[in-house]
C-alpha cells in the first residue's frame, strides 16, 4: 500500500515563497496522475494542482500563475513550487492520486501571515 508523507511547510509572510515536497513508500505506477489538496481550518479538503505521467497540469483557479507542480518519476516525489502566497493560502497540504485514494498522509502546515 502506497504511503504520502508531505513536508517543506512552514511560516511565511504574504509575498514569500515555500516549495513542498512528497515523497512516497510503495510503488507508485509512472502512469498515476498525482495532485496536491490542501485542507484549511473548519473547511473542506480541495484540490490544489495535479500533473499528469506525461507532465501534463492543471491548477485550481486560485493558484494559477503562482504555483508549479512538478514530478520526478524515479525519486517517487511530487513537489509543489509556491510563491506569491496569500494569506488564504493557509492550509494544511497534502499530496495523493488524483483522483486520490482514501489514505491520506499527515500533511505539511503552510501558514502565511504578517
Known amino acids: 500500500q502506497v504511503q504520502f508523507v508531505e513536508s517543506g511547510g512552514g511560516n511565511v509572510q504574504p509575498g514569500g515563497s515555500l516549495r513542498l515536497s512528497c515523497a512516497s513508500s510503495?510503488?507508485?505506477?509512472?502512469?498515476?496522475?498525482m495532485g496536491w489538496y490542501r485542507q484549511a481550518l473548519g473547511k473542506q479538503r480541495e484540490w490544489v494542482a495535479l500533473?499528469?505521467?506525461?507532465?501534463?497540469?492543471n491548477y485550481t483557479d486560485s493558484v494559477k500563475g503562482r504555483f508549479t507542480i512538478s514530478r520526478d518519476n524515479n525519486e517517487r516525489t511530487v513537489n509543489l513550487q509556491m510563491s506569491s502566497l496569500r494569506p488564504d493560502d493557509t492550509a494544511i497540504y497534502y499530496c495523493?492520486?488524483?483522483?486520490?485514494?482514501?489514505?491520506w498522509g499527515q500533511g505539511t502546515q503552510v501558514t502565511v501571515s504578517s
Open positions: 495523493n492520486y488524483y483522483p486520490s485514494l482514501n489514505t
Open positions: 510503495g510503488r507508485i505506477s509512472s502512469i498515476a496522475t
Open positions: 500533473i499528469a505521467s506525461g507532465g501534463r497540469t
